[in-house]
């Protein structure tokens, strides 16, 4: 049978089959056989010489009988449209790539891409108070329009708060499964996941036959953790699972970032720890995720649209000099807007600081400022 992509794709279901062989021997094999039927077409002396097989796996490979199993989902995967996709194929999830645990092939049902330019994780508790409700619903709402991929775990709690949020809000937004995708857990959010297939998609590393279990979640974790360029916790105990995603996002280099609670609240001991541990940023709203991460609004006001703006404002004198100046200049550091509307500096700061919170200006690196 020729080297057929539709044969390829079955090896590479049989080779995440193979027995003692996890998502980084497999990537091994592949860099040595160049391919995933090459894999099982090599004989066993010349497997054995692969760094990390030797001789032991080199046998079991050989003897695995495991071709049934992959044609099955093979079948599953073409009957309900899922896409299995290998960690060589140009749709592979790219930040994902770059983790070295992150799995040889994922199973795909969606239309999200999964190269989105701008990619956010939203995680917490299956606890969700009220005030984690609010907090979820407001940062993905006030996110609608920035053409982000919102991207959790499909729990309870803050899961499903963050995907119904960009369901509500228009944007798309995928769940990691810790299970195949011939089921949904739990069972009481699968009208949302229905809903994500159309306006996102569903993803899971493992094959239909696999059930859901408590060991996963980790393993499902780790993809949020991966796929994103940052990820936002929004309320956790210390011990709870969205601790360690962001743990593990902390150690893929990805930004972490943390609604802080009260003190003595459970659900928010998570955060405040990620925080005073400086693994996460502090953040109080979207404006300030948005301006970490340097994802400018993608509609940026005219001039013309500040003025007709600045008509709803009530402004004292000193703050129409300096809205006037920015309506000019675009960006200015404060001892140039002091010189130019000769004000004192201490003064000028308690200013811009009030017209800040009015989100009528923006403060930048190197105590720079411009108009909203």
Not at 303 to 330: A, F, H, P, V, W
Request: aromatic letters at 6%; one cysteine or more; hydrophobic letters at 40%.
């Amino acid at each position: 049978m020729p080297n057929s992509p539709s044969n390829e794709k079955l090896y590479q279901i049989a080779l995440t089959l193979l027995p003692n062989v996890g998502s980084v021997l497999a990537k091994n094999l592949i860099a040595y056989c160049g391919s995933a039927e090459n894999v099982f077409k090599t004989s066993k002396g010349k497997l054995e010489k692969i760094p990390q097989i030797g001789k032991e796996r080199a046998e079991a490979i050989a003897a695995a009988d495991v071709m049934k199993e992959a044609e099955a989902e093979l079948k599953f995967t073409e009957k309900y449209n899922i896409e299995p996709i290998f960690f060589t194929d140009k749709n592979y999830p790219q930040r994902l790539k770059e983790c070295a645990d992150s799995p040889a092939l994922l199973y795909y049902k969606g239309n999200a891409d999964l190269n989105a330019e701008k990619i956010l994780g939203i995680v917490g508790t299956r606890r969700i108070t009220d005030y984690g409700k609010e907090v979820t619903k407001k940062l993905v709402a006030d996110l609608a329009g920035q053409n982000i991929l919102i991207i959790s775990g499909l729990a309870y709690g803050v899961d499903i708060a963050a995907h119904n949020a960009a369901l509500e809000n228009n944007l798309q937004t995928i769940g990691v499964l810790g299970h195949g995708l011939n089921t949904i857990y739990p069972k009481q959010n699968k009208s949302t996941a229905t809903k994500m297939v159309a306006q996102g998609g569903l993803l899971s590393e493992y094959k239909s036959t696999d059930e859901m279990h408590p060991s996963n979640f980790p393993n499902r974790n780790r993809i949020v953790a991966g796929m994103c360029d940052a990820v936002v916790l929004i309320e956790s105990a210390i011990e709870g699972g969205a601790v360690i995603t962001a743990n593990v996002a902390h150690s893929y280099n990805r930004d972490v970032f943390a609604f802080s609670g009260r003190a003595n609240d459970k659900y928010s001991a998570g955060c405040n720890f990620l925080i005073k541990t400086n693994k996460a940023k502090l953040i109080e709203s979207a404006g300030d995720l948005l301006r970490e991460m340097n994802w400018v609004p993608q509609a940026q006001p005219t001039k013309g649209k500040r003025q007709q703006r600045q008509l709803l404002l009530t402004l004292s004198d000193e703050e129409q000099k300096i809205y006037n100046l920015l309506n000019e200049q675009t960006e200015l550091a404060i001892d140039e807007i002091a010189d130019a509307i000769e004000m004192n500096v201490s003064s000028l700061a308690a200013t811009l600081l009030e017209m800040e919170m009015n989100s009528i200006l923006v403060s930048l690196p190197g105590k720079r400022y411009k108009l909203v």
